[in-house]
């Protein structure tokens, strides 16, 4: 997979409201001005994949307590090079959580979204603030997983109710636009029984 490949799915993506919309444009803009868009060399902005990550019943969602963003928040990670964000959301899921048994419940993008980075200092240098152009995916895991911290990213893992994740992320944007989305959406994705 390559950046024509992103692209393609980027556009073959069918948005769920204006958010998402306006996104896909400016993503696409991106892969159009910017040859260095899957690695942090673009200090603009760069993508990033995140996981959604549900028990089998759809009741909990599984989440980190993120160190920069002293918040509880869905997996994932910066996309590094590599194309093919399904994988990076998978890896990026493995490292920070622990666990080994990934399901992807639906094929293809489940959301996206420009997500804005405060300037933050990481492993002991700066970053200025810039925007992630995040592709989210659907996986399915199993609570019966182990889970464990990834102490230079987050201070834990663990099984949070879906009508409870605003209690946890004191993030605005993400409880309030992002994380209510992504419920919508998996109401209308079916259980396999």
């Known amino acids: 997979m390559n950046l024509k490949d992103l692209e393609k799915q980027i556009q073959a993506y ?95 993008i489940y959301s996206l979204e420009i997500i804005c980075v405060n300037g933050h200092v990481k492993r002991g240098k700066y970053v200025s603030s810039h925007v992630h152009l995040n592709l989210t995916y659907l996986l399915e895991v199993s609570e019966e997983e182990m889970l464990t911290m990834k102490p230079d990213e987050n201070q834990g893992a663990k099984w949070i109710p879906i009508e409870e994740i605003n209690q946890y992320c004191t993030e605005e944007w993400m409880k309030q636009k992002v994380y209510p989305k992504l419920n919508e959406k998996l109401k209308n994705i079916k259980k396999c029984d």
């Open 14 to 108: 069918q948005p769920e409201n204006e958010q998402e919309k306006q996104d896909q444009k400016v993503m696409l803009a991106y892969i159009q001005n910017f040859d260095n868009v899957l690695t942090r060399e673009n200090e603009f902005g760069h993508f990033t994949a995140s996981s959604w990550v549900v028990n089998p019943e759809r009741t909990k969602v599984l989440m980190i307590y993120h160190n920069i963003y002293q918040s509880w928040t869905w997996t994932g990670g910066h996309a590094d090079g590599e194309a093919d964000l399904l994988q990076t959301a998978i890896r990026e899921l493995k490292e920070e959580t622990g666990i080994e048994h990934v399901k992807v419940l639906k094929d293809g």
